[in-house]
């Protein structure tokens, strides 16, 4: 199985619909005295093309990189330094890139000019909190040139019909809110998420990754520790593969 990296290319947000109300790189920042409105490149950003002393690169080849999760990587303020780490991405044809964006409505705008129908290593994750991010993002996202799409509802906030846009989808993840002041995540929205997947044609594969820290399920809210949330999660048995 293939190793995994995180890649930041560049660092710092900004707020855009409720999924990000309670976003880990606020909380983070907030706690170092950083200003998360400074959208900044960061020392990792040529990571992709560096290499060890006996000349060989850093990143593997085969690695899957979890690509600018401390910031949007298709935010406004990165669009100077994006063809640049587009390029490092064409590059590196042996890695995996996974990127997930609030922002799929700037895709478009944002390619590369030989993206074509997308490119062989690179999968586009648009996510979806409530049922008006999806109705506004999945149709944006179902007409885009992608050739590995996948969906992440996550932090889930309500019960979320996917059923109309499924279609070209390889996977759809699901997961609770976590740190103070989160939301609650209700086993039924998960569940409900589980069964659309299933009944798609062909079926897709579906993760709960985490219960989030307030999991309500048989209508008792529970408080889940965040060391425990992936496990909690696991044993509700919702994955499809």
Known sequence: MADSNQWNPWHGC?????GCA????????????RDTSKIAQT??????????RRGEYKLRTDD???TCFSSDFFIEEADRWRPEAWEMMR????LRFFIITKRIHRFI????????DGWDNVTICSTVENQAMAGYRLPIFASCPVKHKEIICEPLLEKVDLSRWLNGIEGVTAGGESG??????HYEWVAELREQCLRADPKVPFWFKQTGARFVKDGKAVYVPRRMQFAEAEKCRLDVE
């Not at 900004?14 to 409720?18: D, L």
């Not at 590059?91 to 042996?94: C, F, Q, T």
């Not at 103070?180 to 995540?185: F, H, I, L, V, Y």
């Open 109 to 116: 705008e944002c390619l590369p000019a030989d993206w074509g």
């Open 14 to 18: 900004r707020r855009i619909s409720a």
């Open 180 to 185: 103070p002041g989160a939301r609650p995540c």
């Open 43 to 52: 020392r990792s950003f040529g990571l992709p093309l560096q290499k060890n």
């Open 64 to 66: 899957y990189v979890y």
């Open 22 to 33: 309670h976003c880990y790189i606020f909380k983070m920042d907030a706690q170092y005295g």
């Open 91 to 94: 590059i590196r044809g042996d």
